[in-house]
């Protein structure tokens, strides 16, 4: 059962009550992400999320990190385009003493100076990794792409220029502006009681009830689309094919969905069955989408050997021919939405999944879906909608393809 309560100064509360388990799982997230920033800020809400970390007033690093270790507990944080989460997964019994550590961090990190100094090398390194690892970098490039100049297409964890610069007076404006009041949305899900959950966030946030929302992400224009092409001296051409789709609370999400699963979404889809089982070109290749409150992303990743990346990418995109000009059948529809509702289902096994569900809602500031709700919107998605949506989206000439390894062409980008 979901409950929520907006406080005084305008946090957001929200629990979902699961008689069946003896653990709950606890987190904070703040309306403030990588779309937000200035250009020559970028990343300085990932640096942020790490400076939390480095200690308080009442803990140090150390004992931020043994509280709830300690207690058999675990304690974790990540920065997305549009907002920061940091949550913790506890017994039941331990909520209490999770949401304090929690609130602590987030409210009254020292935010040090010489913290900074050593953090910002952290970063630096989290920067490299992803540089050495091209079936991560693939999605980055394609995503600065894609997006034209857009907040959406920047890195969440900044550039080396932008990290190296950032000031931790930078850091302590960011946090002062937005921690706190209505950008925080505070959530529980599990063996919890929610009249007790908002007590425990009224003492300890009450003190925090002002907070200048971000602003709202602004709408991209018209995506690109295109070969495109990028020198890396590697053992695999990896490659995105993607395309922009309408955002977080639009209608066709849920034929997407469908349409995304369908083309690649596990063993059984045509892609896996196609480049893998059939043509033997690829160890891995699948569909992912994103979707943000202002437009969304649909793709497919494909790693493959050199030799064999012109024949994949051509695979692929006679795949999403087939699906752009027929989409699917009545039957194929049917079997697609008994395996999205089972996966969905599946899913929600966690108190970790049921608590970033629950947040979803009031993050988007959309009404809160129980789960015969999802099932419903899925359900109700007609063979019209799928046909028109894969119509629209899954055009191979609306794809921009980016190839990341050594098969570049002349005039190709040195990544």
């Not at 992803?130 to 079936?135: F, L, N, R, S």
């Not at 939405?337 to 979803?360: C, F, P």
């Not at 629209?392 to 062409?409: H, I, M, N, S």
Request: glycine share 10%.
């Amino acid at each position: 059962m979901m409950k929520e309560s907006v406080l005084d100064g305008g946090i957001h509360v929200l629990s979902e009550y699961i008689p069946s388990v003896r653990s709950a799982s606890v987190g904070i997230w703040i309306r403030q992400g990588g779309a937000h920033e200035p250009l020559l800020d970028t990343g300085v809400s990932h640096l942020l999320e790490h400076m939390v970390f480095k200690g308080t007033e009442r803990r140090s690093a150390a004992e931020i990190a043994m509280a709830l270790e300690g207690l058999g507990g675990s304690l974790d944080a990540y920065t997305s385009r549009e907002h920061t989460s940091y949550q913790a997964r506890v017994l039941d019994e331990h909520i209490g003493e999770a949401l304090d550590v929690l609130a602590d961090m987030v409210l009254d990190p020292l935010l040090r100076a010489e913290d900074l100094e050593l953090e910002r090398e952290v970063v630096l390194e989290e920067i490299a990794q992803v540089e050495d690892t091209p079936d991560d970098l693939v999605f980055e490039l394609h995503s600065d792409l894609l997006w034209a100049g857009h907040p959406y297409g920047r890195s969440i964890l900044g550039t080396k220029e932008s990290v190296a610069d950032m000031s931790i007076d930078t850091l302590r404006e960011l946090h002062a502006r937005t921690y706190g009041g209505e950008n925080l949305v505070v959530a529980a899900a599990g063996n919890v009681q929610h009249e007790r959950l908002v007590e425990a966030v009224h003492s300890l946030f009450g003190s925090r009830a002002t907070g200048e929302p971000s602003d709202r992400v602004a709408i991209p224009g018209p995506t690109l689309a295109g070969q495109h092409r990028i020198a890396r001296s590697t053992a695999q051409t990896h490659v995105v094919l993607g395309a922009g789709v309408p955002g977080h609370g639009h209608k066709d999400r849920y034929p997407l969905a469908l349409l995304s699963s369908e083309l690649g979404g596990g063993m059984s889809s045509r892609l896996f069955q196609k480049i893998r089982e059939e043509l033997g070109l690829c160890y891995s290749v699948y569909t992912y989408q994103s979707f943000y409150s202002a437009s969304g992303l649909s793709g497919v990743y494909v790693g493959t050997r050199p030799a064999t990346a012109d024949a994949a990418v051509d695979a692929i995109s006679a795949e999403m021919s087939r699906m752009a000009n027929l989409g699917l059948s009545a039957d194929e529809l049917e079997q697609t939405k008994r395996q999205v509702k089972g996966q969905v289902m599946l899913s929600l096994e966690s108190t970790g999944a049921r608590l970033y569900r629950l947040a979803s809602f009031a993050l988007h500031r959309e009404p809160f879906l129980g789960l015969d709700g999802l099932l419903d919107k899925i359900d109700s998605v007609t063979l019209e909608d799928v046909c028109r949506v894969a119509a629209e989206f899954y055009d191979p000439d609306r794809q921009l393809v980016v190839r990341l390894g050594p098969d570049a062409t002349n005039g190709s980008a040195q990544a």
